[in-house]
Each structure stands twice: as structure tokens, then as C-alpha cells.
């Protein structure tokens, strides 16, 4: 009986392992790529944020409860007031041509909304040095202050006070600051240790040296006048 043979086994090697292959990374943006990709984001953001501003602002009050007192909005406040700016307790200095000093206080002041020289006072005061260092205090209820001009015009209840010791009063008066001169149209009363006057007018001139009385007027002279306003 013949056997059959098999023919031998073979059996193969082992072939190592294949490696993974490595995870491909992104392509990198060259600077001026990423410049380009910063400014397009920032076109994106910046609108967006601007626009959440606005409509957290015009919200806001909407959105916060008022328990007492009162809110002002800005519709609030009409236009005029907005154009015009108005200072508590003002106070102006200035000198006149010949460098001397004047100052103007006022308890309200309130600048022109069509011309920014122009100041509307309330109670204005104001101190003006005249000649070889004499003085005039003014008031008022009410002025206005052109500091382009340098002038001021008083109305109501106006008191001018020379520091002699004489005081005129009247309801209205015009005065240059810078020249040192004061002039009024207007009835007009005054005393001092001199005497007294009514006059229909005033002028007060030479930086306060001369005060004349003007339209029909009357003058009363007391004993030793001469000597009083020396």
C-alpha cells in the first residue's frame, strides 16, 4: 500500500505592526492672513456691541424700578436747556484799561445760548476799582454781563456805593467796565455824609471823580459838606 506523503507546512513570519498614522495638523495662517481674520471678526463684534450698548441705555430705565423720588430722562430736557449752561454762585474777574481790577459775583449764571459773551445774572454784585484806589460796589436784582464789551447793565432795585460813603440808588444802570464810567436814565435818588440828591439821571464819569445828576433835580447840601467828601 503505498502512504501519501504531505508535503511540509510552512508557515509564515510575523510581520510587525503598522504604525498609526499621524494626525494631520491644520494649515497655519501666515501673519497677514491672521491679521485679515482679526480685522474681519472685530467688523463683526464691534458693531454687535455697540448696537447692546445703545439699547441697554435707552432699556435702562425701563427696566429699573423707582421707588421715591423723581428721574429726570432726556426727554426731559427741552432743547433750550440743553444749549445753555448756567453756574450757581459765579463769580467773573477782570481788569479795566488801565489794569485794575473789577469782579462780579452773581447768585445765577446763565450764558446766552446765541452768543457765549453774553451772561444773564441774578443778584449780581460787583466791585470796581476807580481812580487813586477808590472803590464802587454795585447791586441789582437782575444783569447781564457782555465780557466781550466789558460792560454790565443792572436793573431792578440798583444800588451803587462809592466808598466816600455816598449811595445812589435807582431801577436801572449801564456801566463800562473798562473805562470805569456808570450812567442810568432813570429817576434816581441819593444820600451821604454830604447830603442828598434826586435827579432824573445819573452819570458817574473820570473813573469816579465826578458824579452828575441829570434833568430836573435838587441837591441838599448839609453843614460841612466840603469837608465830608473830601
Do not use: C
Not at 463683526?44 to 429699573?64: D, E, G
Not at 446766552?112 to 464802587?136: F, R
Not at 442828598?196 to 445828576?213: A, E, P, W, Y
Amino acid at each position: 500500500m503505498d502512504r501519501a506523503i504531505s508535503a511540509p507546512r510552512t508557515i509564515a513570519p510575523e510581520l510587525p505592526p503598522t504604525p498609526a498614522p499621524a494626525p494631520r495638523q491644520p494649515p497655519r495662517l501666515s501673519l497677514r492672513n491672521r491679521y485679515s481674520l482679526f480685522v474681519t471678526t472685530m467688523k463683526v463684534i464691534l458693531p454687535a456691541t455697540a448696537a447692546a450698548l445703545i439699547l441697554l441705555v435707552v432699556a435702562w430705565p425701563h427696566l429699573t424700578a423707582q421707588r421715591e423720588g423723581f428721574r429726570i430722562d432726556v426727554a426731559d430736557l427741552g432743547l433750550e436747556q440743553a444749549k445753555t449752561l448756567s453756574m450757581v454762585n459765579a463769580r467773573f474777574d477782570g481788569i479795566d484799561e488801565r489794569n485794575r481790577p473789577y469782579t462780579i459775583t452773581a447768585d445765577v449764571a446763565t450764558q446766552s445760548s446765541s452768543n457765549e459773551n453774553l451772561i444773564t445774572l441774578e443778584a449780581p454784585k460787583a466791585d470796581i476799582t476807580l481812580e487813586d484806589g477808590a472803590w464802587l460796589a454795585l447791586s441789582a436784582r437782575e444783569g447781564r454781563y457782555d465780557r466781550g464789551r466789558n460792560r454790565l447793565e443792572l436793573s431792578g432795585e440798583v444800588s451803587l456805593f462809592h466808598d466816600k460813603g455816598f449811595e445812589i440808588r435807582t431801577e436801572s444802570a449801564r456801566i463800562d467796565l473798562a473805562r470805569g464810567t456808570a450812567e442810568g436814565s432813570e429817576p434816581v435818588t441819593g444820600h451821604g455824609a454830604a447830603g442828598s440828591l434826586v435827579g432824573k439821571g445819573f452819570r458817574i464819569l473820570d473813573r469816579g471823580r465826578r458824579i452828575i445828576v441829570l434833568g430836573k433835580s435838587r441837591l441838599i447840601l448839609l453843614p460841612g459838606a466840603q469837608e465830608a467828601v473830601r
